[in-house]
């Protein structure tokens, strides 16, 4: 049961781990445009911008959500598409790996920080596959690599 003594838990779950995780998702789909050629524009959050890193921007609603807007990629071809749709799945799969293998060697601990960044990481592959409609004209990266593999279609978000 939630109690008062959960709280410190709580926000360094939404406001520490949460947007970690975002972010590893995110990156995914920045290496993989950068890699096939793309200039990327990533976002952490929403709301009123707090500073910028070059292309990288982080808002005060950070935690929220994170993002990866990009022009045209060099060459295009349907398999590199497919990659950066994949992408941040791909590396908050990876970062499970990363994470789960350091614990077992013993060079990372087992605390709860860990235990929340694989489950919130579960959580992101598991929602980003399911191929649905969050909006007009917002796929869920499932959605956007199924349209992409059945027509050939790209998404004009990522776009």
Request: glycine letters at 8%; hydrophobic letters at 50%.
């Amino acid at each position: 049961m939630f109690s008062w003594n959960d709280l410190v838990t709580f926000c360094w779950a939404f406001f520490i781990v949460l947007p970690l995780t975002s972010f590893v998702h995110a990156t995914g789909h920045t290496f993989f445009v950068v890699l096939f050629g793309g200039k990327p524009v990533m976002t952490m959050g929403r709301g009123r911008k707090l500073f910028s890193l070059g292309t990288f921007h982080v808002h005060s609603l950070y935690f929220i959500d994170a993002s990866c807007q990009y022009d045209k990629i060099k060459k295009e071809a349907r398999w590199k598409y497919a990659l950066i749709y994949a992408g941040g799945v791909i590396f908050n799969a990876l970062s499970i790996l990363v994470v789960n293998s350091l614990i077992h060697m013993g060079i990372w601990p087992k605390h709860l920080f860990f235990y929340q960044f694989v489950y919130f990481s579960v959580y992101f592959i598991f929602f980003a596959l399911l191929p649905i409609e969050y909006g007009k004209d917002n796929p869920s990266d499932g959605k956007a690599l199924y349209t992409l593999l059945k027509s050939g279609k790209k998404i004009k978000e990522y776009e």
